[in-house]
């Protein structure tokens, strides 16, 4: 696979492509100062960015929109040239509430159309107001999802032209088979969105969609931070493993860097998120070396197994852990 900074698009199933390399944009909204997200994101279009990774439950999908428009304004970008990603998120699934959530994205970013939308998770909270329902135990309240009626919802968005591609997170390959084998499938999912780095290189899950012509969307491609609201503060830190360092030496490049080339050199799009000048700029820098063969076979033997998300929130939920399933 031939990558350049200006070039490191894969094709999609539904014929629209998807940039390898994108930026998240999730920020805790009580700890990032307000217009952290614009600045980050006009840098990135600056350095060559052109995925974005965003959600309406990150509340700072208006300043995403905001830098991109600014960027085209300027002549930066043309809108064409900007990848973005939305998400439904678990209080939506109902497929009334499908198409008013896309719009309220739609609004929020001030764009006619997203290029991917995803739902959020295979799972579902109580619809309503809060975005995270509890009951008066501080329990969280979930909700029943028919996963199929929620699809049907989002292929009338992708015909309505609020959307170009459709796609899932989180599912495991039951839930997508769900899904794939749905009597009357008008669109199929085009990617899954999953934790991906060379800790948790996800072999089945990943083989399974290559199978379906389903693109893997890896989420902490270089492990995560250590915030122990959502993460595992038990998991090593992946960037500080032996191995990457050392061939990051030879490559001249550093253990993250090694990380995002690893997954992008196998056909899966990473999206690492940064609200740091230096790392966004950092992070870029991925398609002027590739690795051999023995490197990426060395890397994978580095799987652990290891996920730095539980999504403990879903720990009550009958599923759970779904997402432990291949």
């Known amino acids: 696979m031939s990558l350049s900074a200006e070039s490191h698009s894969v094709p999609l199933s539904d014929g629209n492509q998807i940039p390898l390399l994108g930026l998240g944009t999730y920020g805790d909204p009580r700890k990032t100062p307000k217009g952290t997200t614009v600045e980050c994101v006009k840098l990135a279009i600056d350095v060559g960015y052109r995925h974005f990774d965003g959600a309406l439950v990150y509340f700072n999908e208006h300043e995403v929109g905001q830098a991109i428009r600014e960027k085209i304004a300027d002549g930066t970008v043309r809108r064409e040239d900007i990848f973005y990603c939305g998400k439904l998120w678990n209080t939506f699934h109902p497929p009334e509430l499908v198409r008013p959530a896309l719009e309220r994205t739609l609004q929020t970013l001030k764009m006619d159309y997203v290029d991917l939308y995803i739902v959020e998770l295979p799972m579902a909270f109580k619809p309503g107001k809060e975005f995270y329902p509890r ?51 008008k669109h199929k999912p085009v990617s899954n969105q999953i934790e991906c780095h060379p800790y948790f290189t996800q072999p089945k899950l990943l083989e399974y969609c290559r199978q379906n012509d389903i693109v893997v969307v890896g989420y902490c491609p270089l492990g995560s931070s250590r915030d122990a609201s959502w993460v595992n503060l038990t998991c090593p830190p992946l960037l500080e493993d032996e191995l990457l360092v050392s061939i990051g030496k030879k490559h001249n490049k550093s253990s993250a860097q090694v990380a995002l080339r690893f997954n992008a050199q196998r056909g899966v799009v990473v999206i690492p998120k940064s609200f740091s000048r230096e790392r966004i700029q950092h992070n870029f820098q991925i398609f002027d070396f590739s690795l051999t063969e023995e490197e990426m076979k060395a890397i994978e033997a580095l799987n652990k197994n290891i996920r730095f998300v539980e999504l403990l929130m879903w720990s009550d939920h009958p599923e759970y852990p779904f997402h432990e399933e291949y």
Do not use: M
């Not at 969280?140 to 959307?163: M, N, P």
């Not at 989180?170 to 009597?183: D, G, I, S, V, W």
């Open 135 to 185: 009951d008066e135990n501080g329990k969280y309240i979930y909700h029943h999802t028919d996963l199929c009626a929620t699809w049907e919802a989002l292929e009338a968005c992708k015909d309505a032209g609020l959307v170009k591609s459709l796609g899932v997170s989180n599912f495991n390959r039951r839930q997508l088979e769900l899904l794939l084998t749905k009597p009357g499938l």
